[in-house]
């Protein structure tokens, strides 16, 4: 939760934006300057897109056109996904498009140590469950605050209630890829095939729109809202994957990182942008990169009535499904808990009761003392950050209550038509007969949490009683003895 500073110094630049509070310096973007980033794009992304669309066209069933003839769909078993990542790593010497897209993001940059990069890593399975609700409540949810990237996000689809759940694991998924592992986020590994699989992605849905504006000029306001997916929509997904979650959510949550985690998690998330090709030099080091995710909440963030329906979708999709069977309560506490009531305001959320507020307190309490616990014995640490990379795989992707073990690979399923649009939820709480779950575990660490500051309290004001008694004692008895020199 965001606790004022009554100490803090404010100056001029002081500016305090739901919620949080700081200082303007030469890193931050002003409307001015970010104004270009809302018109420029990722040009040799939607180049390559062009051309692949060109070598081998939407409507076809295979991923490799050469053994058209060779391909029969066994009865029963679905066409192969078209999976443009595949293409342009078995095509890309076909075009010189292609093999700059290519040669972009497999020539690593200097900046880059895999050391450091691992560490980062590491840095999201340490805090894992904080981290997790961050994304969800924070990222994913309070951005939705940004109100002309959500009008590109309702056009698509994809955030209406029923489809919007899959929409996160998707997301979530992504992540992990780019987590689990070092290889996996070389070229070659799963993280690197993802991130180029969204870049293609975020390619088709801007032609998308914008061919469809050309038919329809009403259909979307590029003067009013920017190029769909533009480079400033692109550093602020990955502001809020890194800077968000290290300067506003964990903290929120109790837990601060140590400056090498910082910067290690910071650097994870520059690759991440230039694979996806987003600018990344606003992401060089953590002072801009904190700036940036500043510059953002303070320009970007206003919240719109599509931002409304979304922000309420997402809890609606969440809401009493498994396995943690969460209450919408629940999830508007910790929503408000990470966000803030200003913000949560104006996106439309509901506003949950004092015993789900110590529900999300207790959650705080366990992850505070899981995660500290854990990061003061190395050989735990570890044992936690291998632990939590199976089991939030198993989760969210192979189980039922996930992906059911099928990986996405991203294809333009969500396309934006002239009808489509993405509608508000139903009012009525999805209710199960399933008890217990995610809300017991933190109402149980909330009453601990209670009783042990209890105790402590209790034995800090004895000990206090205590020493001051003896301190009396000793005072009189030395002014007593004093008096009887005298």
């Known amino acids: 939760m965001a606790w004022p500073n009554p100490f803090r110094k404010r100056t001029a630049n002081t500016r305090t934006c739901w919620g949080y509070t700081f200082d ?78 290519w040669d972009q993001v497999t020539n690593i940059p200097e900046w880059v140590d895999w050391e450091q990069i691992e560490r980062g890593q590491d840095v999201f399975y340490r805090y894992g469950g904080a981290t997790l609700t961050g994304l969800a409540y924070q990222s994913l949810l309070g951005g939705m605050g940004a109100n002309r990237v959500v009008e590109v996000l309702a056009r698509t689809g994809g955030f209406g209630v029923k489809v919007a759940r899959h929409r996160l694991f998707e997301t979530t998924q992504h992540i992990l890829q780019c987590t ?22 975020h390619a088709s849905v801007r032609q998308r729109i914008l061919k469809l504006t050309k038919t329809r000029p009403s259909y979307y306001s590029v003067e009013k809202y920017g ?4 480079d400033l929509d ?40 230039h694979y996806l090709g987003t600018p990344t030099e606003y992401f060089a080091e953590p002072a801009k990169a904190r700036a940036m995710m500043e510059s953002l909440l303070m320009n970007e963030i206003n919240p719109s009535q599509t931002s409304q329906v979304l922000a309420n979708n997402v809890i609606r999709c969440l809401e009493n499904q498994p396995p943690a069977y969460a209450s919408r309560s629940f999830l508007e506490a910790n929503a408000r808990w990470l966000n803030g009531n200003e913000l949560c305001d104006a996106l439309g959320l509901g506003k949950p009761n004092f015993y789900h507020t110590c529900l999300v ?19 735990l640490d570890r044992r936690k950050v291998a632990n939590l990379k199976k089991i939030f795989w198993q989760v969210i992707v192979e189980s039922k209550f996930g992906l059911q073990g099928e990986q996405t690979v991203f294809d333009f399923k969500h396309i934006p038509q002239f009808d489509t649009t993405t509608y508000k939820g139903e009012e009525s709480e999805i209710r199960h007969k399933e008890v217990g779950g995610i809300e017991q575990r933190n109402l149980k660490a909330f009453l601990l949490g209670t009783a042990f500051m209890g105790v402590m309290s209790y034995v800090g004001i004895k000990t206090s009683i205590f020493v001051a008694s003896t301190v009396w004692k000793v005072g009189t008895s030395s002014y007593n003895m004093a008096r009887s020199f005298l």
């Not at 300057?33 to 066209?57: C, R």
């Not at 689990?180 to 870049?199: Q, Y």
């Not at 809020?240 to 990182?257: A, N």
């Not at 959650?363 to 050989?379: G, K, T, V």
């Open 24 to 101: 303007l310096g030469p890193d931050h973007l002003t409307p001015e300057s970010a104004y270009p980033l809302k018109y420029s794009y990722d040009v040799l992304g939607e180049e390559a897109l062009d051309i692949l669309n060109e070598l081998f066209p939407v409507d076809s069933t295979t991923l490799h056109p050469k053994q058209d003839a060779e391909v029969t769909v066994p009865e029963g078993k679905t066409k192969p996904k078209r999976d443009l990542y595949l293409l342009l790593r078995d095509h890309h010497d076909k075009h010189s498009k292609l093999q700059e897209l």
């Open 180 to 201: 689990r592992s070092l290889e996996s986020i070389k070229p070659g590994g799963d993280g690197f095939a993802s991130s180029l699989r969204v870049r293609l992605l």
């Open 227 to 230: 190029v769909p997916i533009n």
């Open 234 to 273: 692109s550093m602020a997904t990955i502001g809020t994957f890194s800077g968000t979650i290290i300067w506003l959510s964990l903290p929120r949550q109790g837990i601060f990182l140590r400056q090498q985690e910082v910067e290690d998690y910071i650097a994870l998330w520059r690759l991440i942008a």
């Open 361 to 379: 307190a207790g959650q705080c309490i366990f992850f505070m003392a899981l995660c500290y616990f854990n990061r003061s014995i190395p050989s």
